[in-house]
């Protein structure tokens, strides 16, 4: 399985303390199942991590791995705030910040926890002009998603996708979010899904978000979303991943 949405890079932001806490991560991940995590460090005014602290990141964790025989795969990625839509444009053009495939065909575009951006339809309609696709992350855990469904599916109508946190659906959120991210499984709302994990305990658990998507809305659709995540980052990319040892 691929994780797209990890917060396992030591010290660059509210994730992983430091490598041995990264590595530790990265063990339950492979004992989950997971083999390929891109690493999305946050990249917001209060976080800058882009793309150079990314990329050497990336490098001192894999070279770590590599040597504990850890065979998980770290793909340099982030999780990029939408505070100004010129900002991002600016951004996005320079290459200030990490899409979640080489390929620049996805971005992980996060809301503001204060409030809707109303610059985000005119950025989706920027992107997919481009080419990229945008996934929206954890929209269950914003209320101006939950209260407004039809905000959420605008923004898909128009080529977005989204990422159901597993931790919402186990309820390690809260409530609304756990109701919210079922809604989203069952109306095929939900692209994809991730860990959005932070440390050791809010930690790699995507196997269980697959087996609750079978149950509320069939393996068909469980394995429809594992598909949309292999568009972003292919079984084969870099041959580390052996044949057939993917649980859905
Ligand atoms: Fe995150």
Redesign the pocket.
């Known amino acids: 399985m691929i994780d797209i ?3 396992i890079l030591p010290g660059l932001d509210d ?1 992983a303390a430091d490598m041995q806490e990264a590595v530790a991560m990265a063990r339950l991940a492979y004992e989950d199942g997971i083999r390929h995590i891109v690493a ?1 460090p ?1 990249f917001t005014s209060a976080y800058p991590n882009g793309r150079a602290v990314v990329e050497s990141g990336v490098r001192a964790l894999q070279a770590e791995l590599d040597r504990e025989g850890l065979a998980v795969t770290i793909h340099p990625g982030n ?1 990029v705030r939408l505070e100004d839509a010129a900002r991002f444009r600016r951004e996005a053009e320079s290459g200030a910040f990490c899409f979640l495939d080489r390929q620049e065909s996805f971005v ?1 575009l ?1 809301q503001p926890w204060s409030g809707y951006n109303p610059e985000t339809a005119g950025v989706v309609a920027w992107l997919r002009e481009r080419g990229v696709t945008p996934v929206i ?2 929209p269950e855990r914003h209320y101006f998603f939950r209260d407004n469904l039809p905000l959420l599916e605008s923004l898909i109508a128009t080529g977005a996708w989204t990422q159901v ?1 597993v931790d919402s659906l186990l309820g390690r959120n809260n409530a609304e979010a756990r109701q919210t991210a079922e809604t989203l499984i069952r109306r095929d709302l939900a692209h994809t899904l991730a860990t ?1 994990a ?1 440390n050791v305990n809010r930690k790699p658990n995507l196997s269980h978000g697959f087996r609750i998507a079978a149950e509320l809305s069939g393996a068909e659709r469980a394995e429809q979303i594992h598909r949309r995540m292999e568009q972003i980052i292919p079984a084969d990319r870099d041959g580390s991943r052996p044949a057939g040892t993917e649980a859905g």
């Open positions: 949405h990890c917060h994730g999305t946050h999780e992980l996060e992350p954890h946190s959005d932070h």
